[in-house]
Nanobody
Framework: QVHLVESGGGLVQAGGSLRLSCAAS????????MAWFRQAPGKEREFLAS???????FAADSVKGRFIISRDNTQNTVSLQMNTLKPEDTAVYYC?????????????????WGQGTQVTVFS
């Protein structure tokens, strides 16, 4: 069992940056594939980026070059650095985890979810 808690959301002007963090508790965090998703009002939850136990990363085209995922296995945390934010990035951002693997992009691929943190980008 893995418990995830996101933090770092807030209100930011377009062009600005935010850093989201996800604190994980439970067993074997270092072996889990960690990911960030987001869900805007009226839209499906969208994959953003993932980082494997090996630290291999993958990012969706929509955020590649702007969002950077990282993890610290000593602190059991995963972060999402978001740069050059746009109003269309406004959404609830979720941290997710699954035991192992590298390339998983669907909501149903992940077993554990945080409660989400709101990010609002205004122009």
């Amino acid at each position: 069992q893995v418990h995830l808690v996101e933090s770092g959301g807030g209100l930011v002007q377009a062009g600005g940056s935010l850093r989201l963090s996800c604190a994980a508790s439970g067993r074997a965090f270092s072996t889990h594939l960690m990911a960030w998703f987001r869900q805007a009002p009226g839209k499906e939850r969208e994959f953003l980026a993932s980082i494997a136990a090996s630290h291999s990363t993958f990012a969706a085209d929509s955020v590649k070059g702007r969002f950077i995922i990282s993890r610290d296995n000593t602190q059991n945390t995963v972060s999402l650095q978001m740069n050059t934010l746009k109003p269309e990035d406004t959404a609830v951002y979720y941290c997710a985890a699954r035991p192992g693997g590298v390339y998983y992009f669907y909501v149903t691929d992940y077993d554990y979810w945080g409660q989400g943190t709101q990010v609002t980008v205004f122009s």
